[in-house]
């Protein structure tokens, strides 16, 4: 580089109004391009999968393999919601086995799932807790189809409620009785479903709920205020994908490399998230 280049550059970093002029433009392209021959020159191929049909190596029965929820059976190889392939091999939200294995010792007179896709908590919770009558919602109409299919390959069918959309009031109307754990992953909409009057309802009773700041928030801080006088809190934060691949071992990944092994362990969240586990602050 020239001189009289390289000293109009040095002076011009040193001026504000300047630096943003070129961090803005030529320095913006410069690490643009500098991206961009990286992902061409050096990213590895994309692996060599097809993960509609990947689910026929790793469980051709459609029934979990491992985890809290091993023996679970889909009625097909679908999920209304989240990637089909964790939930079949056990891994799908891996870091909450600890806790329903925790919770497995409970004998929980109701189960309620709000946000219960094609049943994966749904059903394998009511195998989990076989005398709790479950109570299972989603707005998606076909999710809830799903679901009593597999209630039904399950044989838990006349133990379950299905309904579509469960709000504030019909959360506080259900019939839960001595002890009931209430699930909810119902992207974003759990700031308006726990409200101060629905978790006073709630209070002799368990909830998990997955916590969607990254649609809004607030919605972390809202949880841990209208919770704090009734329920004790423990959070749980989620792993990324990359972690899983590098740290997840299970003898049907074996045939495969790691970079296909992150694409069948992705969960595909949208950022950052944590489950909230709220207990009754009273002695039990």
């Known amino acids: 580089m020239k ?26 392209v410069t690490r643009y391009l500098e991206r961009e021959r990286f992902r061409n020159d050096n990213a590895p191929p994309p692996p060599n999968i097809n993960v509609r049909t990947a689910w ?25 919601s989240g990637a089909l392939i964790p939930k079949l091999l056990g891994s799908y939200e891996r870091e909450l086995q600890p806790l329903l294995e925790q919770l ?26 076989p005398k709790a009558r479950v109570f299972a919602y989603d707005t998606n109409p076909e999710a809830v189809r799903l679901c009593r299919l597999m209630a039904q390959v399950n044989g838990i069918e006349q133990r379950l409620v299905t309904g579509a959309h469960c709000d504030a009031a019909a959360l ?27 978790v006073r309802r709630l209070a002799s009773h368990d909830v998990l709920i997955e ?38 071992e299970y003898p049907e990944l074996a045939p ?7 694409v069948l362990l992705a969960e595909w969240r949208a950022g950052a998230m944590d489950w909230f586990y709220f207990s009754p602050a009273a002695p039990e």
């Not at 504000?16 to 320095?27: C, E, H, K, Y």
């Not at 051709?60 to 393999?65: I, N, S």
């Not at 909810?184 to 009057?197: A, V």
């Not at 495969?256 to 992150?262: D, G, M, P, V, Y």
Request: with cysteine; charged share 25%.
């Open 3 to 28: 001189k009289p280049l390289k000293k109009m550059l040095a002076k011009a970093v040193h001026n504000q109004t300047a630096w943003d002029t070129l961090n803005a433009t030529l320095f913006r």
């Open 56 to 80: 026929a190596s790793i469980a051709p029965d459609l029934t979990v393999r491992h985890g809290a929820f091993s023996g679970l059976k889909f009625s097909s190889p679908e999920s209304a």
């Open 104 to 129: 497995r010792a409970r004998d929980y007179s109701e189960i309620v799932d709000i946000g219960c896709a094609e049943g994966y908590y749904a059903v394998g919770l009511a195998r989990m807790f």
């Open 172 to 198: 506080r109307a259900l019939p839960l009785t001595r002890r009931a754990l209430v699930v909810s992953d119902c992207e974003g909409y759990e700031k308006h479903l726990f409200t101060p009057e629905t």
């Open 211 to 248: 916590v969607h700041d990254m649609v809004d928030i607030n919605i972390s801080n809202r949880l841990r205020e209208v919770f704090r006088d009734t329920h004790r809190l423990q959070v749980i934060a989620a792993l990324d994908d990359i972690r899983k691949a590098q740290t997840y």
């Open 256 to 262: 495969f490399t790691l970079a296909e092994r992150k």
